[in-house]
């Protein structure tokens, strides 16, 4: 059982690890923090992202997919911007989505998504230096390799 002193705790210190993840392109208004704490033997996460595309209409929120990815930067070529940022993090060469790298998808409200968890998937050691990727749509849990779900939009470095 989480113990909410011990998180109001911990999120007064600076994390252990950090993402400022960014949109490129006709994506560029992305701009996300992506917080990684150790909590409890874990790893706790925290998101905040502005500038999500949104669609028209009362159900316009959108569901992005969320990932670490197992390379190291945020370059690429014309076709994928991001294309260095590689494939999803997966050191036990799991199936999706059990990669260690798969993480919970992002609910835009109005261009914003927030969303804070906690994992064992991952150490902070592990990630430092991996990219974490904002894809264009939900990911469908399903379809291998990668959750079918769509461009990757927005890239951020994890760093300590």
Do not use: W
């Not at 706790?44 to 930067?73: N, R, T, Y």
């Amino acid at each position: 059982m989480m113990n909410y002193l011990a998180l109001a705790s911990i999120l007064k210190r600076p994390p252990a690890a950090y993402a400022n993840v960014r949109g490129k392109g006709e994506y560029e208004e992305i701009k996300a923090n992506v917080y990684f704490y150790r909590l409890m033997g874990k790893v706790f996460v925290m998101v905040d992202a502005q500038g999500l595309p949104q669609k028209e209409g009362e159900c316009g929120g959108g569901v992005f997919g969320f990932h670490i990815h197992s390379g190291d930067s945020c370059t690429g070529n014309e076709k994928d911007p991001y294309a260095d940022a590689k494939t999803h993090y997966n050191p036990y060469n799991c199936p999706h989505p059990e990669h260690a790298g798969d993480l919970p998808p992002l609910f835009g409200n109005k261009g914003s998504a927030f969303m804070a968890f906690m994992t064992d998937r991952f150490t902070i050691e592990e990630i430092v230096g991996k990219t974490v990727i904002i894809h264009s749509n939900a990911d469908d849990f399903t379809t291998q390799p990668s959750g079918n779900s769509g461009e990757k939009i927005a890239c951020g470095v994890i760093k300590n």
